[in-house]
């Protein structure tokens, strides 16, 4: 499987993107896929994840009520919506795929494919 995330950008404090994770591989239907961020400085944390079948989402606390996680697997694609961005949120945005049993779903090495991770940039 192999990862594509896009849609990062510049936005300002209160706005809002959608981020894209589209993959290849026939396998990636059956991955849970997860977002993860990284801020300068800091460890990489986990945002939120959905099983393959859309029916279990994991959510970090740090953005419970304001980002969502979709996906379309006609399009081999996972969205992340995000909403009500905080200058916090600046980070670098990794989307992952793997098949973690749901104790490590948000714990990164519980996914085996990585993509290159899109900047997010929020100002305040």
């Known amino acids: 499987v192999q990862l594509q995330a896009s849609g990062g950008g510049l936005v300002q404090a209160g706005g809002s993107l959608r981020l894209s994770c589209a993959a290849s591989?026939?396998?990636?239907?059956?991955?849970?896929v997860g977002w993860f961020r990284q801020a300068p400085g800091k460890d990489r944390e986990f945002v939120t994840a959905?099983?393959?079948?859309?029916?279990?989402?994991f959510r970090g606390d740090s953005v419970r009520g304001r980002f969502a996680i979709s996906r379309d697997n006609a399009k081999n694609t996972v969205y992340l919506k995000m909403n009500s961005l905080k200058a916090e949120d600046t980070a670098v945005y990794y989307c992952?795929?793997?098949?973690?049993?749901?104790?490590?779903?948000?714990?990164?090495?519980?996914?085996?494919?990585w993509g290159q991770g899109t900047l997010v940039t929020v100002s305040s």
């Open positions: 992952a795929a793997g098949r973690p049993i749901y104790s490590v779903a948000r714990q990164s090495d519980g996914y085996a494919y």
């Open positions: 591989g026939l396998t990636f239907r059956s991955c849970t």
């Open positions: 959905i099983t393959w079948d859309g029916k279990t989402i």
